[in-house]
């Protein structure tokens, strides 16, 4: 193990092609191609965008931008999901500037970090957005080292050498329009900062447009589906698969603000009609929940990643809803999507195959008979990181290769299954157990309750594995009666439960698991 690398079917030569290319000339290229009258996305309030209202918007814009901002200069997005950030997205392009996304609801000080990191000295945003969302406070210390530009206030600075380039820069777009090459830089976002201050992941033009295509080839949807997308922005699920794919391929997408909206966003499915949706397994469920009977029944499917999918999510989708659940998998680094089950093609458990064009190997974990520490490569793998010690500079992946922390196994069909990230096995007497398992198990027997497993220092062993759980009256002898029956070894049974109310989730979907492992500590403390 180490040695062998395992090769998925190549990227067509009309996929690669597309590739090499400039993000804005792709969405250039969309709309030429399916007409700038057609409605392409919807946006929260329920307003309809064709590709020209896009196009207009992003070139008068990009004028302003240009002239406030300097050449090559970072510009910082701090907007929801929704039209508004498209178009800063694609108006920051057409001014030759590169986007940086920005998570709003990481506080002040990731944010101050993420701009000494990847320098920035420009936030676009909108009043709206400050007002409904109450980010008042937060805008007022990021204008201590930032120029705040709202959209509101740009669109009345356009003037006549801005309204023509959004009408002459449609048919002459060499003339107006940025020729990047396909390796500079195409947007910048950030790791979550759980191990220190935030780096800078750089994507390429090429690396995003290749997961473009990635995803096109490996996930075949209809024409005419609608694609329903409440993720972030600021998080490359919600960028790339969630917004950029549909757009790029001509698919309507219903963009919406927040996904923590779980009534709205139920009621929305059902208004849309809309046919697929991007979720993960935390946030369908509770959609799920809050729909009346029949309520997303116009979804065929689920396409979940950033968590492990629970088969109770599977069987409720299923039953309630005659929706299939695809299982993804996906990191920053990789523009996110690195594999995904397949339509006709799901087995439980797995993330499915990898995509096309993506190298694979696996390298050996001490301790573990199974699977192996992940490392991939392929177009859409990063350019490198900015690291906070090194702001601004980018540090190359050696040989194109970059690791994923995260350990796998290959099944006999060639179906990838995720046993935890490394940094989520616990070394207890000697062997290495992974939360994933914990957390498995704790999910088979209270399949209706969230459940996550954190690493607390022990005494006498080094390490223990608390469950926190939102179970009432959940009991170690229940769980443990389910691995004895099921073949988990007793080492994988925690003997700590603590019951919580609920879970913190952040706002990327996933589970908080820097608070829950806060949590374990101050509750064993107690």
Partial sequence: MGTEILNAEPLSSMGHKRTQRGLFSAFLDAANTHGGDKVVAIDGDGRSFRYKDFLRASLALSVPIKKITRGDENVGILLPTGAGAVIAFLSIHAAGRVPAMLNFTAGMKNLIAAADTA??????????????????????????????????????????????????GPLLPSLFVPRPAPDETGVILFTSGTEGNPKGVVLTHSNILANVEQIEQHVELEEDDIIFNPLPTFHCYGLTAGTLWPIFSGRKVVLHPSPLQTKTIAKRIFKTRATVIFATDTFLQQYMRASNEGGLNSLRIAVCGAERVREETRKTAEQRFDMEVLEGYGVTECAPVLAANQPGDIQA??????????????EAVEGLDEGGQLWVRGPNIMKGYISPDNPGQIVPLADGWHDTGDVVSINDDGHYVIRGRIKRFAKIGGEMVSLMVVENCASAVWPEKMHAAAIVPDPKRGEQIVLLTEQNG????????????HGVPEISVPKKIITVESLPVLGTGKLDYVSITNM??????A
Wanted: proline share 2%.
């Fill in 520 to 525: 374990a500590k101050e509750a064993l403390s």
């Fill in 474 to 485: 959940a009991k170690r002898r229940e769980l443990l009666t389910w691995a004895q029956t």
């Fill in 119 to 168: 320098p920035f000295d420009t936030i676009v945003t909108a009043h709206k957005f400050i007002e409904i969302a109450g980010l008042e406070s937060l805008v007022e210390q990021l204008s201590e080292f930032a120029t705040i530009l709202y959209l509101e206030d740009l669109q009345k600075e356009i003037g006549i050498a801005a309204k023509a380039k959004a009408v002459l």
């Fill in 349 to 362: 458990g797995t993330i499915g195959k990898m995509l096309p064009g993506i190298e694979a190997r696996l």
